[in-house]
């Protein structure tokens, strides 16, 4: 049965939320890619962002963040609707944060409570991840971190690699495991979940649990303890 609320944050999302709280006051410019809910901008908005920038892919996670900003009284955001870094030509942010797709759901399947953009990663999982992590450097101001969420099956070596070249680097700053909804493990590919349990999935009588970590990257050659 589909949720009440599509936009209801996640365990994601909390953990995101939770990470840039332990990074404390923020007062530079600060973007989230994959708006939806718009409650992590509102939360950056509450350490003092001086100026918000959201980028959404979906038509109706940008009305919904925009209502909630307003509904915050938050005037110094500004909510794209755009594919990733496409609106963004030419900006550079102090902080950066993204709760990325990364399942490989079925290309056939529609079914599920949230917007299937949300968390369809392409056929590896990786699709979304790649092409944010390949722009990230243009987009991130020399001083500033990027904080998102990586699913631990789609291996941070790939992920490490892709940023080295750019002249960044990537700390894991925890690893969280959270439930995985029915109606999501119904869209995975036939046996793929399967090949990844003991390792990223997990499962427990009924219930499916997937583990994930919540980075920072930097450009490495910044001293994140400066």
Partial sequence: ??????FR?????????????????????ALEMGTGSGVVLAALAAAGARELVGVDIEPEAVD????????????????????????????RFDLIAFDPPQLPLQDDCTDGARLRSWSDGGREGREVLDRF???????????????????????????????SVQGLRLD????????????????????????????????VGP????????VEIRHALVDPCA
Avoid at 143 to 148: Q, S
């Fill in 133 to 163: 992590l390949d722009g990230l450097g243009d987009h991130l101001a020399p001083a500033g971190v990027a904080v998102l969420t990586h699913s631990s099956f789609v291996g941070l070596e790939e992920t490490t690699r892709r940023l």
């Fill in 1 to 6: 049965m589909p949720e009440e609320n599509p």
């Fill in 207 to 214: 219930y499916v649990f997937c583990d994930f970590h919540v």
């Fill in 64 to 91: 919904h963040a925009r209502a909630l900003l307003r509904a915050q009284r938050i005037p110094h955001a500004t909510v794209h609707h755009g594919d990733l870094w496409e609106p963004l030509r030419g900006e």
């Fill in 9 to 29: 944050p996640s365990e994601y999302t909390a953990a995101l939320l939770r990470q840039l709280r332990l990074i404390g006051p923020f007062s530079g410019r």
């Fill in 172 to 203: 894991v700053a925890q690893t969280v495991s959270a439930p995985v909804p029915a109606w999501k493990v119904r869209l995975l590919p036939p046996r793929w979940l399967e090949s990844h349990l003991g390792r990223a999935f997990h499962v």
